[in-house]
């Protein structure tokens, strides 16, 4: 059993949490991907509708688990992949079904006659914007250097094998260059503000997006450090048995564990203290496909605001976006190809 | 400064940058020297085009208020503090200002409710040259 069949069935029990708990970090005029006016964010049917995705999408998560933890050493290592996927459809069908209520009710009550629909930009995010805090993206370097230098001391690799030798380096400079280039992306995209309180709900977004840049750098510092326990068991630095396998996934539990906990309660902390009154959103469901997909070529913004939970999404109206997507999956899927290339 | 748009409304979005931008200077929010976001930020925070954006700032460059530059990007060039304006503005303006009247004559509002919101509405801006006007006008 390696750290990547552990994790996949681990990751049932967290997808049905991360889904479960995802109204309680989306903000209250955003319910299933549905535009809602500030006066109706409190409304029988949003609470019914919450109340019903949260039992649903709960008892899925559980059912999900029990079935994947009972068959934990039966069959093939895919099939917890199976019932992953069939949790995440199932979840889907828990979120259409919630958004399809909540359209039908918006339009038979006609939420949005009469309402001016605004959109607000506050100029001193681009004109006093907030600093990206590099500095804690230098103890992940520190750990890429290290684990350079292990490798370096550790004896070469085979000729034929290079990359191979390097894989762990190469993964964490993918992973680092990722996440830095994701966060600098969400930097220059536009703010999620409350229409109804735009100044002092900017300021609650710098917050949050601070706290969650930290979070993010120590989850990331901590899977370099994985990525490097990985490299000195693979290169035998500390002998046979030196470094026990469930040790390089540790600290990634460890991160992740840390990063979601922040996450949740920065994302919980935003979304509480937003405005009830006055001043609607515009309505712009029609660009969201399934509630979920932004899709407004219209929209310059490569990265906005995600529909469901605390987090961003891309536009993919924008060009830009499937060249990013294409370059994101294309870096690994293009190493895999060369190493089955060098194998044969 | 907030910048609130109605992108579905009547009146075109380039007009409406326009326009808010015009009440924070008035207001005393935008002095002259202030930095403005460069036209593709804008974009982005309104969810408009780019070329919306450069309209509204282009309109606000004719009538003085803007400068654009590569380096120093768009910066009020004017407030109420910073002198008469151009005559020829002052022209175009009065011109504006008597169809606007003539409107409100048109649609039958009493004259001394017309001079009571333009008094109520050069206070909200609070400058010294709107007082002048506001005395002018009476």
């Known amino acids: 059993m390696t750290p990547a069949v552990v994790f996949g069935y681990a990751i049932v029990p967290l997808l049905g949490a991360a889904v479960t708990a995802g109204p309680a970090i989306t903000r209250p005029t955003v319910q299933f991907g549905v535009r809602v006016p500030p006066e109706y964010t409190g409304s029988p049917v949003v609470k019914q ?31 917890a992949r199976v019932f992953l996927g069939c949790e995440l459809v199932a979840d889907l069908v828990c979120y259409q079904l919630a958004r399809r209520r909540l359209r039908a009710v918006k339009t038979s009550e006609a939420w949005f006659a009469g309402q001016r629909q605004t959109v607000v930009a506050d100029t001193s995010w681009r004109t006093d914007p907030l600093r990206f805090p590099l500095e804690w993206l230098a103890p992940a370097v520190a750990v890429i250097v290290a684990t350079v230098v292990v490798r370096a001391t550790a004896g070469h690799p085979p000729a034929r094998a290079v990359l191979a030798g390097y894989g762990a380096v190469v993964a964490q400079v993918w992973v680092t260059g990722l996440w830095t280039g994701l966060l600098l992306a969400v930097y220059r995209s536009r703010p999620e503000l409350d229409t109804a309180d735009p100044a002092r709900s900017l300021q609650r977004y710098r917050a949050l997006l601070g706290t969650i840049t930290r979070a993010a750098y120590v989850f990331l510092t901590l899977i370099d450090a994985g990525l490097l326990l990985a490299g000195l068991r693979q290169w035998r630095v500390l002998g046979p048995g030196g470094v026990p396998i469930w040790l390089p996934v540790l600290p990634f539990a460890a991160g992740l564990a840390f990063f979601l906990v922040v996450w949740f309660r920065a994302g919980r902390t935003w979304v509480t203290a937003g405005g009830r009154r006055g001043g609607a959103d515009r309505d712009d469901d029609r660009f969201w496909k399934g509630g979920l997909i932004y899709v407004n070529s219209g929209d310059p913004a490569l990265m906005v605001g995600a529909r469901f939970g605390i987090g961003w999404t891309l536009n993919f109206g924008n060009r830009a976006a499937w060249v990013l997507v294409v370059c994101i999956l294309g870096i690994p899927i293009g190493l895999i190809v060369l190493r089955f290339a060098a194998g044969l | 400064m907030l910048l609130s748009i109605e992108p579905d409304g009547p009146v075109p979005i380039y007009q409406q940058i326009r326009d808010r931008i015009v009440e924070a200077i008035a207001a005393g929010q935008l002095p002259a020297g202030s930095g403005l976001p460069a036209t593709r930020q804008l974009a982005v925070d309104l969810g408009v085009n780019f070329h919306t954006v450069n309209k509204g700032y282009d309109l606000l460059r004719q009538e003085g208020l803007l400068r654009i530059g590569r380096k120093s990007g768009a910066v009020v060039a004017r407030d109420g503090a910073s002198g008469p304006p151009d005559p020829a503005w002052e022209r ?39 007082d002048t006007a506001a005395g002018g006008l009476l």
């Open chain 2, 92 to 130: 175009d303006w009065a011109a504006r200002l008597h169809t606007l009247l003539a409107e409100a004559s048109a649609q039958g509002l009493d004259p001394a409710a017309v001079i009571r919101q333009a008094q109520a509405t050069v206070a909200e801006f609070g400058t010294e040259a709107g």
């Open chain 1, 49 to 79: 509708t919450r109340s019903a995705f949260i039992w649903r999408t709960a008892v899925i998560a559980v059912i999900a688990t029990a079935v994947t933890f009972a068959t934990w050493g039966h069959g093939s290592w895919w099939l």
